[in-house]
């Protein structure tokens, strides 16, 4: 069983940056593709970023391409998500998810059931 903890989240003013990382613990962590999720109050959770198991391939929601970055460092166990000119609208509670990918490596998920295991979460607030 893997177990992740999400770190980095905090109070920024809107065109400020915040990285996020995502440590896992438990089994190897470069068997596994990596997302990550965000759920603002009163909405539902939505998709925000995620990457292959072999680090290769990444996709983004509309709202934050060009602006976030995910990244992985197997060596460390960690996932990353670098965001820059942050706005107030992606105030929300920021979750880390992963799933075992036992395929070519390079697939990258993007739809909640798709993962099998998550982060409690690390609240990032933008102020205006």
């Known amino acids: 069983q893997v177990q992740l903890v999400e770190s980095g989240g905090g109070l920024v003013q809107a065109g400020g940056s915040l990285r996020l990382s995502c440590a896992a613990s438990g089994r190897t962590f470069g068997t596994d593709a990596m997302a990550w999720f965000r759920q603002a109050p009163g909405n539902e959770r939505e998709f925000v970023a995620a990457?292959?198991?072999?680090?290769?391939?990444?996709r983004y929601a509309d709202s934050v391409k060009g602006r976030f970055t995910i990244s992985r460092d197997n060596t460390k166990k960690t996932v990353y998500l670098q965001m820059n000119s942050l706005k107030p609208e992606d105030t929300a509670v920021y979750f880390c998810a992963g799933r075992l990918d036992t395929g070519l490596g390079y697939v990258v998920y993007v739809a909640q059931p798709e993962y099998s295991y998550w982060g409690q979460g690390t609240q990032v607030t933008v102020s205006s």
């Open positions: 990457i292959s198991r072999n680090g290769g391939s990444t």
